[in-house]
């Protein structure tokens, strides 16, 4: 049975948030402070964490980076308000966490996200030499990729952008994550540098680039891949 860890102040939304998960069958631990939150997620055996932003103590912040900081790699959910700014979210995910959710949280939203990441974390990282979503399969030795078994024809680039995607399939990823991979953390390139390329890439892999099903636009934070 899968443990989780729902950090939350707000006694209402916590006990909501409880009730969803163990009906789901999932065994869940609580905590109402950044502190208390951060201690019992340092002590370890959970699977996912589910981390509010507005905390008493420490923020959600504050405890997603030292629980990175101590090395702690259990998957990070956090819970944004509403109106929270899209930079918020973007912050939450450079310091580790690895997606978000908006409240009010629909329970059938909340599960499948859950279900998600943990669908993920129980992958492995690496794809392997030969990687197929849709009727795309790409080989990562041969670095030659093909769509209904016609080669398609990608840039140096368009490749290690779709490999990093795929590697990191299912996690929303920011262009500065993007950016840093394609070309290196020591080079300065415009944010929306990636965004030509991004179009390009869906016109080689999709079947409706306008109606994209695997390279994903998250809104004001960046891309999502889906298999």
């Given at each position: 049975?899968?443990?989780?860890?729902?950090?939350?102040?707000?006694?209402?939304?916590?006990?909501?948030?409880?009730?969803?998960?163990?009906f789901?069958g999932?065994?869940?631990?609580?905590?109402s402070?950044?502190?208390?939150?951060?201690k019992?997620?340092?002590?370890?055996?959970?699977?996912?964490?589910?981390?509010d932003?507005l905390l008493p103590g420490?923020?959600?912040?504050?405890?997603?980076k030292?629980?990175?900081?101590?090395?702690?790699?259990?998957?990070?959910?956090?819970?944004?308000?509403?109106?929270?700014?899209?930079?918020?979210?973007?912050?939450?995910?450079?310091?580790?966490?690895?997606?978000?959710?908006?409240?009010?949280?629909?329970?059938?939203?909340?599960?499948?996200?859950?279900?998600?990441?943990?669908?993920?974390?129980?992958?492995?990282?690496?794809?392997?030499?030969?990687?197929?979503?849709?009727?795309v399969e790409?080989?990562?030795?041969?670095?030659e990729?093909?769509?209904?078994?016609?080669e398609?024809?990608?840039?140096?680039?368009?490749?290690?952008?779709l490999?990093?995607?795929?590697?990191?399939?299912?996690?929303v990823?920011?262009?500065d994550?993007?950016?840093?991979?394609?070309?290196?953390?020591?080079?300065?390139?415009?944010?929306?540098?990636?965004?030509?390329?991004?179009?390009?890439?869906?016109?080689?892999?999709?079947?409706?680039?306008?109606?994209?099903?695997?390279?994903?636009?998250?809104?004001?934070?960046?891309?999502?891949?889906?298999?």
């Amino acid at each position: 049975m899968d443990k989780i860890l729902v950090i939350e102040d707000d006694k209402a939304i916590l006990m909501g948030l409880k009730d969803d998960l163990e009906f789901e069958g999932y065994e869940v631990a609580t905590a109402s402070d950044g502190k208390d939150g951060l201690k019992q997620a340092l002590g370890g055996g959970f699977q996912l964490v589910v981390l509010d932003i507005l905390l008493p103590g420490l923020n959600g912040f504050e405890v997603c980076k030292k629980l990175r900081e101590a090395g702690v790699k259990t998957p990070i959910l956090m819970v944004t308000a509403a109106k929270t700014e899209e930079m918020d979210k973007v912050v939450g995910l450079e310091l580790g966490a690895d997606d978000y959710v908006t409240k009010p949280i629909g329970s059938r939203e909340l599960v499948a996200r859950v279900k998600a990441i943990l669908r993920r974390a129980g992958k492995e990282d690496d794809p392997g030499d030969v990687f197929k979503f849709g009727d795309v399969e790409v080989d990562f030795k041969s670095h030659e990729v093909f769509k209904r078994d016609k080669e398609l024809h990608l840039t140096a680039l368009e490749f290690k952008l779709l490999k990093f995607f795929v590697k990191h399939r299912g996690e929303v990823l920011t262009r500065d994550q993007i950016l840093d991979d394609a070309w290196g953390d020591e080079v300065i390139v415009a944010h929306r540098t990636i965004d030509p390329h991004i179009v390009h890439l869906r016109k080689k892999i999709e079947d409706d680039p306008a109606r994209p099903v695997h390279i994903l636009s998250v809104r004001g934070v960046g891309y999502r891949f889906e298999e």
